[in-house]
């Protein structure tokens, strides 16, 4: 089966052989539709820069290297089609020789390695360490044809790294959205149909804007050129009529006057409204993306999005629309009833705004590139000015004040550097403009006065075609400013469609299992996952918790134990491996099941503004006073909150700043409680408190642990000499598992945790 021929999820993850190399592995006699997997590294085994394509059939492993030919970059697509492939070297490996494939990892690049049966090793390409994952992925799926083994590809499943378009890597693995491919014609649809529910009122915005643009300019039709030509010139056809042609100028002015207040109205009521749901959209898109999102994103980053990105959104309703289609109308009226009046002058004007609108085009272009740099800069002073604000105990503690000023004076000038270079630009080319256009316009005026004098043209004609030579710079003037807006509202408008339309990489099963009532029986089968592709993080760990156990995970720090709790809770999947609770797949488990039955308890707790109620309530709104108290007794919290200014209704800071670290901690895990979870997990659930609060806390988990699978992280060995099981990991992978009294008896790494805190303690005591 080609699976990289067939468009499927497998596509997007592996790379596509262009046909020009599948032509030239046809001409060595291999069969190409038995081809498997596919994937391309820039570098030969010798270091070598060149194209080099791996796959393998049933049978054999392909390996031809060469350099590729692209025709020209297409305007539309911005991209290159491969045209051809000089073939300088082809191998081919039969799999009943090859022992085992591996990727040999360096500081930023890597090898793909084969060992032969006669036990030789050597390099078929090398690669970026960027793309360690994809080749792992490949080397697993070699390895298991070559064992006759069975090849489990659902979980690539929604993993990509490039752009299917482009090829380009996203930069943002946690977001899909290329921003070379971003259709700005699409963005700019997108952004009208959010008019959708209010299509009558928009219908009704549209045509006052219309009528009263159209009455704007047929205004210096009856204002000029039938007042000085029919009216006051003996002969004319109104001649002597003034009351008539005042009464007519009036009522044109006074009905576009009424239009144009009529669509004011409207607006006003319609965009604040859209206004609303687009933070909104943005903030509720945030949140269903999974946590990886956020642990790559500083604080001021994300606010910006929700708060500047909208604001420029809202311009693009307030002024891009409804201004930009009152202009049109008016410009191409200018045009259509200059040309009337006189052909030989009008065509000098329209030529003089088609060529300002084209150097404005132009101009805009290159500005929207400035845009993205400007947001990214101004993004990044926001995030050190929230850090700072955040963590102002440790800039206080450390006196690193002027170090955090001179470090967002840093971030600041950045933003103040590309913004000047921006404002620089408009100052230069606008008044150019203004200028020129001025400048053009007396030069038409001149010719005008000439031909009036040598009568081709009425001086009420002349006097209207410079009426509207006057009402032009309106919309000339919209024209070059709003391109200023509208390069700022499609750069934002982007970046919130890239949100919207982001996938959480935590995905809810389409056919989800349903476990109301969770045993707890956990088993992790030969998992692997990394946070950054090309660095593992778990390797290969295999381990399985028994409900109703209180099992212990123990190891250094950095060893790659919370990373396992969070693979447990489906915070993150796992990129190898699988996980079953009460022998489910926890993919297949939906997400609200597993959100019910898994209470967590952090080392790094986290209370929300507002009372201690309501942070112990949060896992449970509807939970009554009397179980918000039972949970705190349980977690040995009752005695301290009723010694709070106002007890459980005191308000606490955002972080609970007012409140020590245990108290936070014993909060935290009332919140937890208050669930009642029937799987617990504590990852250093007591490493803010003292020897007393822990002992307390311990007796409130031993109560617990009736009915309940808990899972505890600690790195006092004390507190998990109770556990059922332990295990002890160690750089993401399991090292060994038993009681605690088995464990001291092997003298592996458990007894050399051990008898480290042992003679710590022990030089304490002296």
């Not at 290329?178 to 009122?201: I, N, Q, T, Y």
Request: aromatic content about 10%.
């Amino acid at each position: 089966m080609l699976h990289f021929a067939k468009g499927s999820e497998i596509m997007k993850y592996f790379d596509v052989m262009p046909p020009p190399v599948s032509e030239e592995l046809l001409k060595r006699g291999v069969i190409t539709d038995e081809l498997k997997y596919c994937v391309k590294a820039d570098l030969d085994g010798e270091g070598r820069y060149i194209d080099v394509y791996i796959t393998f059939t049933d049978t054999a492993l392909s390996v031809i290297s060469g350099y590729e030919h692209y025709d020209r970059i297409k305007r539309r697509t911005k991209r290159r089609d491969l045209v051809g492939f000089d073939t300088s070297g082809y191998e081919e490996y039969p799999l009943k020789d090859i022992e085992n494939m591996y990727v040999d990892r360096y500081a930023n690049s890597a090898r793909l390695m084969v060992k032969d049966t006669e036990g030789e090793e050597f390099a078929v390409a090398r690669f970026s360490l960027g793309f360690a994952d994809k080749f792992e992925k490949f080397c697993e799926r070699v390895n298991r044809t070559v064992n006759s083994e069975p090849i489990d590809d659902s979980l690539l499943e929604g993993i990509k790294t490039h752009c299917p378009t482009c090829g380009e890597p996203f930069p943002d693995p946690n977001r899909p959205v290329c921003p070379h491919c971003v259709d700005r014609r699409s963005v700019f649809v997108r952004l009208l149909k959010m008019f959708g529910e209010f299509k009558w009122a928009v219908a009704l915005i549209l045509l006052t804007i219309i009528l009263s643009n159209v009455l704007a300019v047929l205004s210096p039709v009856f204002g000029a050129q039938m007042l000085y030509d029919d009216v006051l010139t003996e002969g004319g056809k109104l001649y002597g009529r003034i009351l008539l042609i005042v009464t007519v100028i009036l009522a044109v002015n006074v009905a576009s006057l009424l239009m144009k207040v009529v669509s004011g109205i409207i607006t006003s009521k319609v965009v604040p409204v859209v206004s609303h749901k687009l933070r909104v959209k943005i903030f509720s898109s945030m949140q269903r993306l999974s946590l990886d999102f956020f642990t790559n994103k500083q604080t001021g980053s994300l606010m910006s999005r929700v708060d500047r990105d909208s604001m420029n959104i809202y311009w693009f309703f307030t002024d891009i629309v409804p201004y930009g289609l009152t202009n049109i109308v008016k410009i191409v009226g200018i045009a259509v009833i200059m040309v009337l009046i006189s052909p030989l002058l009008s065509i000098g004007i329209i030529l003089t705004i088609s060529f300002i609108e084209i150097m404005q085009h132009r101009f805009y272009r290159s500005q929207r590139k400035l845009y993205r740099k400007f947001d990214v800069a101004t993004r990044s002073a926001n995030s050190v000015l929230s850090d700072v604000m955040n963590g102002q105990r440790v800039v206080k503690a450390f006196a690193n004040e002027q170090r955090e000023i001179d470090r967002y004076t840093v971030k600041n000038t950045d933003a103040f550097t590309i913004n000047y270079r921006i404002n620089s630009r408009l100052a230069n080319t606008i008044p150019f403009i203004w200028t020129f256009y001025r400048v053009i316009n007396k030069l038409v005026f001149c010719l005008g006065a000439v031909m009036v004098i040598k009568g081709h043209i009425m001086f009420g004609a002349l006097s209207a075609l410079i009426s509207y030579t006057e009402m032009a710079y309106d919309p000339i003037n919209f024209f070059t400013w709003i391109g200023d807006r509208w390069a700022r509202c499609m750069d934002a408008a982007s970046r919130m469609f890239e949100i919207m339309d982001a996938l959480p990489t935590v995905k809810e099963p389409e056919n989800p299992v349903h476990i109301d009532s969770m045993r707890g029986d956990i088993e992790l089968k030969d998992i692997s996952f990394e946070y950054e592709a090309g660095r593992p993080i778990i390797k290969n760990l295999s381990l399985k918790v028994q409900s109703g156990q209180m099992y212990g995970i123990v190891g250094k720090t950095g060893a790659g134990k919370s990373t396992i709790i969070n693979l447990m809770a489906r915070l993150y999947d796992v990129t190898g491996g699988e996980i079953t609770i009460d022998g489910t797949p926890l993919r297949q488990i939906a997400t609200a099941d597993i959100r019910k039955n898994i209470g967590i308890v952090s080392q790094e707790t986290f209370l929300f503004i507002g009372s201690v109620a309501d942070n112990i309530r949060y896992s449970d709104p509807d939970a009554s006073m009397e179980e918000v108290i039972e949970a705190a007794k349980s977690a040995n919290a009752h005695e301290f909150i009723t010694k709070l200014p106002d007890g459980y209704n005191t308000m606490v800071g955002e972080g609970g700043v007012n409140l020590s670290g245990g108290e936070k901690q014993r909060i935290s895990i009332a919140r937890a409680i208050i669930q009642k979870p029937n799987i617990l997990i504590l990852d250093e659930a007591t490493a803010s408190m003292d020897t007393r609060t822990e002992r307390k806390i311990q007796a409130a988990i031993d109560k617990l642990k009736q009915g309940r699978t808990i899972i505890s992280i600690a790195h006092r060995l004390s507190t998990l000499r109770d556990a059922d099981m332990l295990c002890v990991i160690e750089n993401g992978e399991l090292k060994e598992t038993g009681t605690h009294d088995e464990l001291i008896r092997k003298k592996g790494k458990y007894y050399e945790l051990y008898k480290l805190q042992s003679e710590a303690l022990k030089f304490i005591n002296e």
